[in-house]
Nanobody, 124 residues
Framework: QVQLVESGGGLVQAGGSLRLSCAASGRTFSTYAMYWLRQAPGQEREFVAS????????YYADSVKGQFTISRDNAKNTVYLQMNALKPEDTAIYYC?????????????????WGQGTQVTVSS
């Protein structure tokens, strides 16, 4: 069983930055690929970024490529999402997810574990 807890969300002005963290319980963190997804009000949940087990491979949604950076620290059981140049349309609840499989696509899969989400609000 893996528990995921996101943090780092908040209110930021357009153009600002935030770094989200997702801390995982358990000693098997490095055996899971990690994902960030988001859901804006009234919209479906969408893929944001993914990172492979060792961190050697990353994948981004076109909408955040060059703006967001996903990384992980397996010694700290934590995955991060650095978000720069934030825009009002980035406003959403951001979720991290873990899966034994590493999907190299932009679909939202039925991941093994999900966090509860953290709210990011970008004001104009």
């Amino acid at each position: 069983q893996v528990q995921l807890v996101e943090s780092g969300g908040g209110l930021v002005q357009a153009g600002g930055s935030l770094r989200l963290s997702c801390a995982a319980s358990g000693r098997t963190f490095s055996t899971y690929a990690m994902y960030w997804l988001r859901q804006a009000p009234g919209q479906e949940r969408e893929f944001v970024a993914s990172i492979s087990w060792s961190g050697g491979s990353t994948y981004y949604a076109d909408s955040v490529k060059g703006q967001f950076t996903i990384s992980r620290d397996n010694a700290k059981n934590t995955v991060y999402l650095q978000m720069n140049a934030l825009k009002p349309e980035d406003t959403a609840i951001y979720y991290c997810a873990a899966d034994a499989a590493y999907y190299t696509d932009r679909d939202v899969h039925v991941y093994d574990y999900w966090g509860q989400g953290t709210q990011v609000t970008v004001s104009s």
